[in-house]
């Protein structure tokens, strides 16, 4: 008996076809035909049946053609018929003429669980704040990832540009644009300011390393005092890095720098971030919340700053770590796009703007070697060019994720960066281009 | 996927806990088809006719939201789309941003060949294996079908890569398809004017096709649904890429947009995305400008949602962070990345060199090895088995401990006491509480070394040979 032909194949083709209602077709009661048992049916029963089901098909498959499905094919090859003559040849894959497209609205939800706005710090404070910068810097207040239809974006993205207390190795790349302020921070952040558009300018005060000149922190303070004479812009303050001394060098900048509202670099776990924080509360400054990589360890970081050392909500920004491209940017990405999505649901210990050292992309090989180490390798050509972009594409993946501020030192990086952040934030106006014809131009 | 508990994949399966997959229960090989890390034909007694409705069943609640399209033939085939998810820490992004890069049927044959074999060549070798690019897209910018075929002929002659054949004029397309029709090329493009009959082509070659509606995703879903009745569904949808300006940020939105409702399971829109980063050349005329753009363009739509994206510049600048940035993005999140553990000489250690201690987490591995080696460090180093996670959160998650350093060392048959002249090993600094552990577990004297392994010349220079 041939019985390849079933009731919930062609329904299931119907379901296929995605029709969602059948005009003035009615099928009436529960088509559901339950045989049970094998050899024991009655022959003459077997027969009825069969009839009735093939009467059932014949008619939803007269349905289907109704519909445009070939279904004569279908009961060609259910019989065994394939190779039979067709009453029309049809080519492979022959579909129903159709004259006009169908119609079809694109619609799509907004986010509903994008509920709690990310947390507005503001940088910087002009005279009648109590500082002297010329202007201030907000970032934060997003209500959904960044450049999202959801919500509008309420700031854009900025950038701070570094600058050195001492001469340092830096790939040749970016120092060449540095030769002539290397051994002067004023002057350094000066022409970062004026030739390179930054928003901002981050004074890092490495040479209070022990293990590089052993500055005092008073000295240090100079330094602060010199560049904020120099600029205008808000400023950050950056330690060496050194667990031990940080805490005596920020501290002491922090008080020199009263009522500016700097960012103090930072506070972490892994040292006295109490102290820090403490001079933060004291002298109206934000504190950078530096944790590596670890989501936990940054709402750890964040709770102790709030409940222990009593810093307000509006004077945090977190830095959750920057991994170069190819160097680990696979966790930083995720890890800030999963603190930003934390944020946006409800989590208070993460509702903060983010930062990011982009600068790091700059240790990356393919940034600064002259060429592949390995003789495998394509040619990497010119590192001139190779420098700049992995700085870029560093930053411009993070700023997807959700960072709001970008420390970098390339200005060619940080003209390309402002502008890709910018266009997505949607201040850049452009001439509208057609495109509906690309194929043919001239490129 | 339909579904995304195991136990709602378990009800499918035999529930023998027959091994015959290598997973011990069927519970846990449900939980692999879960999370994508193993396949269902994976389950061979589900091949039994009497398995054959429930085989069906499991394969349609397993099938991923956007579906998976095949581009080429043999080795070289592609596969785009096959994503379930927004956010990459979800479950992971399948299936990696597919890069084609253009050639043009008014290149002369010298050029187009050298041009070919450069796409096809170039490499770059990272964590193990070398990145590579994927395809060539022929665009006719003559409009002449008998050009067009020709060029796709030279193609097909120096390269088994896939092909994207580029035409608005069905003629055109005909000509190439004719030419390639065993490759299995993507066809660009459908678009409102010409969609009948690069439909009939699509159907009669049984090729993939591109639907092209810049800016207009109403008719970019009409489009996907007319062709979806008439009998295709390998089908690629390019909302335009705008290159700049106001357009560009439509562009970011009509990418997410579009993702979204297909993962949402708006099934007539959950096809595969192509962007077109080459856009830039239209409006940058300094080709250093125009490559940074593009490089800019395609990195944005690697991470947002691009499957397929055809390209112009093949300067390395390009080329190398548009492969990095893909390789960051569809790396498993959920997966650190790691070496084998076990030892590694450094240079050429003897009896008196140090004896390190690091985790196998590749990030921490790489970064040592790299510090220790480039300043010329004889030395062993040992990658502990700590499931891929670094050092301090390892300490903290009891991943490594005395016991699994002390394993760590003896399972590769090192001996402390006849292997090394001093008997000592050195643990990061990150791990310092571990020193009287290890100490008493090993019988090996410990010293800490610095928390930064860029510190360990230094440190080795103060704190190398051990005083005894």
Known sequence: MTNKMKLTQLTEMLQELNIESLEGVTIEGDIELNITGGGGLNPALAYALGHEISQISLHMANIGRMLGFPAEQLFASAFGMAGMQQPQAPSLGTAPRIQELLASKFEVAKMNNWNNPIQEV????????????????????????????????????????????????????????????????????????????ADMVTIHLISTDPLIKDTSAKDAAKVVEDVLQAVKVPIVIGGSGNPEKDPEVLEKAAEVAAGERVLLASASLNLDYERIARAAVEHGHVVLSWTQLEINAQKELNRKLMKQCKVPRDSIVMDPTTAALGYGLDYAYTNMERIRLAGLMGDDELTFPMSSGTTNAWGARESWMVSSPLSQDSDWGPREYRGPIWEIITGLALSLAGNDMFMMMHPTSVQVLKEITQTLYGSIEAEELDISNWIGAEV | MKINSPLEAYKYLPGTNCTVCGEQTCMAFAAHLIDRSRKLSECTPMLEEKFSKK?????????????????????????????????????????????????????????????????????????????????VA??????????????????????????????????????????????????????????????????????PVTLFAPNDLDLLKSLAKTFAEMGTEKLVLDPGTFPSGKQLKETFNNFIKVRRAGIDGDREIAYPLMAVPLMAWMVHDDPVSASYWETVIASVFTIKYGDIMILHSTEPYAMLPELHIRDTIYTDPRKPVTVDPGMYKIGSPTKDSPVFVTTNFALTYYTVESDISSNKIDCFLWAIDTDGIGVEAAVAGGQLTAAKIKKGIEESGFNMKTDTSHNTIILPGLAARLQGDVEDETGSKVLIGPADSGRIPGWLEKNWPPKK
């Open chain 1, 122 to 197: 503001t940088l910087g404070a002009t005279s009648t704040d109590g500082g002297s910068r010329k202007n201030t810097i907000t970032i934060g207040g997003e209500n959904a990832l960044p450049y999202y239809f959801d919500a509008a974006m309420p700031h854009r993205n900025y950038v701070t540009m570094d600058v050195f207390d001492m001469p340092i190795g830096m790939a040749k790349a970016v120092k060449s644009n540095y030769d002539d302020v290397i051994n002067d921070p004023a002057e350094w952040a000066k022409k970062v300011v004026r030739e390179f558009n």
């Open chain 2, 55 to 135: 085989l069906e069943q499991l394969q349609g609640l397993l099938a991923p939201e956007i579906r998976e399209v095949e581009i080429g033939v043999g080795e070289k085939t592609v596969k785009i789309g096959g994503d379930d998810v927004l956010y990459r820490h979800k479950l992971t992004f399948f299936n990696q941003t597919v890069f084609a890069y253009d050639v043009w049927d008014t290149m002369d044959d010298k050029d187009l060949v050298e041009r070919v074999k450069k796409i096809q060549d170039f490499k770059k070798f990272y964590v193990g294996n070398f990145l590579t690019v994927d395809m």
């Open chain 2, 138 to 207: 022929v665009r006719s910018t003559s409009n002449d079908p008998k050009k067009f075929a020709s060029v796709v002929k030279k193609v097909i002659e120096t390269t088994d890569m896939p092909l994207v054949l580029c035409s608005f004029n069905p003629e055109v397309l005909k000509a190439g398809l004719e030419v390639a029709k065993d490759k299995n090329p993507l066809l660009y493009a459908a678009n409102k004017d010409n969609w009948q009959q690069v439909a009939a082509l699509a159907l009669e070659y049984d090729v």
